[in-house]
Protein backbone atom coordinates (compact mmCIF):
# COMPACT_ATOMS: atom_id res chain seq x y z
CA UNK A 1 0.00 0.00 0.00
CA UNK A 2 1.33 3.55 -0.90
CA UNK A 3 1.14 6.21 1.54
CA UNK A 4 2.47 9.94 0.89
CA UNK A 5 2.59 12.29 3.94
CA UNK A 6 3.79 15.90 3.89
CA UNK A 7 4.30 17.91 7.25
CA UNK A 8 5.99 21.27 7.86
CA UNK A 9 3.22 23.65 7.09
CA UNK A 10 2.39 26.40 9.43
CA UNK A 11 1.55 29.99 9.62
CA UNK A 12 4.36 32.56 8.80
CA UNK A 13 5.18 36.41 8.32
CA UNK A 14 5.75 37.60 4.65
CA UNK A 15 9.24 37.35 4.26
CA UNK A 16 9.59 34.43 6.60
CA UNK A 17 10.61 30.59 5.58
CA UNK A 18 8.90 26.99 5.69
CA UNK A 19 10.60 23.71 4.94
CA UNK A 20 8.24 21.20 3.95
CA UNK A 21 8.40 17.26 3.85
CA UNK A 22 7.03 14.74 2.12
CA UNK A 23 8.10 11.07 2.76
CA UNK A 24 6.18 8.37 0.44
CA UNK A 25 6.14 4.53 1.19
CA UNK A 26 5.35 1.69 -0.98
CA UNK A 27 6.81 2.64 -4.00
CA UNK A 28 10.21 2.22 -5.37
CA UNK A 29 11.21 6.27 -4.91
CA UNK A 30 13.80 6.28 -6.67
CA UNK A 31 11.84 5.85 -9.98
CA UNK A 32 9.52 8.26 -9.65
CA UNK A 33 9.25 12.18 -10.25
CA UNK A 34 8.48 13.99 -7.72
CA UNK A 35 6.29 17.23 -7.44
CA UNK A 36 5.02 19.79 -5.49
CA UNK A 37 1.59 21.14 -5.90
CA UNK A 38 -0.79 23.88 -4.19
CA UNK A 39 -4.36 24.86 -3.98
CA UNK A 40 -5.16 27.98 -3.28
CA UNK A 41 -8.97 28.99 -2.18
CA UNK A 42 -10.96 29.12 -4.99
CA UNK A 43 -8.45 28.66 -7.65
CA UNK A 44 -7.36 25.81 -9.35
CA UNK A 45 -4.17 23.46 -8.31
CA UNK A 46 -0.87 24.45 -9.71
CA UNK A 47 2.71 22.67 -10.10
CA UNK A 48 5.01 24.86 -7.75
CA UNK A 49 8.07 22.65 -8.53
CA UNK A 50 8.96 19.12 -9.45
CA UNK A 51 12.70 17.15 -9.64
CA UNK A 52 12.82 14.45 -12.71
CA UNK A 53 14.52 11.00 -12.34
CA UNK A 54 17.04 9.96 -13.06
CA UNK A 55 18.63 13.32 -13.95
CA UNK A 56 17.71 14.92 -10.69
CA UNK A 57 16.36 17.81 -12.73
CA UNK A 58 14.77 21.12 -11.03
CA UNK A 59 11.92 23.06 -12.93
CA UNK A 60 9.63 25.59 -11.10
CA UNK A 61 6.60 27.65 -11.46
CA UNK A 62 7.53 31.15 -12.42
CA UNK A 63 5.68 32.65 -9.39
CA UNK A 64 8.50 30.81 -7.31
CA UNK A 65 11.72 30.74 -9.03
CA UNK A 66 14.46 31.79 -6.69
CA UNK A 67 12.37 31.64 -3.88
CA UNK A 68 11.98 28.14 -3.35
CA UNK A 69 13.63 24.91 -3.90
CA UNK A 70 12.88 21.55 -4.59
CA UNK A 71 15.47 18.54 -3.05
CA UNK A 72 15.18 14.72 -2.56
CA UNK A 73 17.01 11.83 -0.86
CA UNK A 74 16.44 8.61 -2.05
CA UNK A 75 17.69 7.04 0.49
CA UNK A 76 14.96 8.29 2.87
CA UNK A 77 12.45 8.01 0.68
CA UNK A 78 11.83 12.04 0.99
CA UNK A 79 11.73 15.27 -1.18
CA UNK A 80 11.35 18.74 0.31
CA UNK A 81 10.66 22.17 -0.80
CA UNK A 82 12.45 24.93 1.20
CA UNK A 83 10.34 27.98 0.43
CA UNK A 84 12.06 31.74 1.12
CA UNK A 85 10.35 35.28 0.73
CA UNK A 86 7.45 33.86 1.28
CA UNK A 87 4.46 36.08 0.35
CA UNK A 88 0.65 35.86 0.75
CA UNK A 89 0.08 34.74 -2.25
CA UNK A 90 1.59 31.68 -1.35
CA UNK A 91 -0.70 30.76 0.78
CA UNK A 92 -2.44 27.49 -0.13
CA UNK A 93 -2.68 23.76 0.78
CA UNK A 94 0.49 22.04 -0.41
CA UNK A 95 0.73 18.74 -2.31
CA UNK A 96 2.96 15.95 -2.64
CA UNK A 97 2.69 14.10 -5.54
CA UNK A 98 4.71 11.15 -6.86
CA UNK A 99 4.56 10.60 -10.58
CA UNK A 100 5.57 7.44 -12.89
CA UNK A 101 4.41 8.46 -16.37
CA UNK A 102 1.47 9.42 -18.09
CA UNK A 103 -0.03 5.75 -18.54
CA UNK A 104 0.67 4.81 -14.42
CA UNK A 105 -1.27 5.77 -11.52
CA UNK A 106 0.45 8.75 -9.13
CA UNK A 107 -0.04 9.24 -5.90
CA UNK A 108 -1.06 11.68 -3.31
CA UNK A 109 -0.44 13.29 0.02
CA UNK A 110 -3.16 14.83 2.24
CA UNK A 111 -1.97 18.02 2.05
CA UNK A 112 -0.54 20.51 4.45
CA UNK A 113 -1.67 24.12 4.74
CA UNK A 114 0.97 26.80 4.50
CA UNK A 115 -0.75 30.47 5.43
CA UNK A 116 1.57 33.78 5.05
CA UNK A 117 0.21 36.72 7.11
CA UNK A 118 1.07 40.08 5.73
Known amino acids: QVHVVESGGGLVHAGGSLRLSCVAS????????MRWYRQAPGKERELVAA????????TYADSVKGRFAISRDNGKNMVYLQMNSLEPEDTAVYYC???????????WGQGTQVTVSS
Open 26 to 33: GIIFRNYE
Open 51 to 58: VAVPSGRT
Open 97 to 107: NAYFGAYSPDY
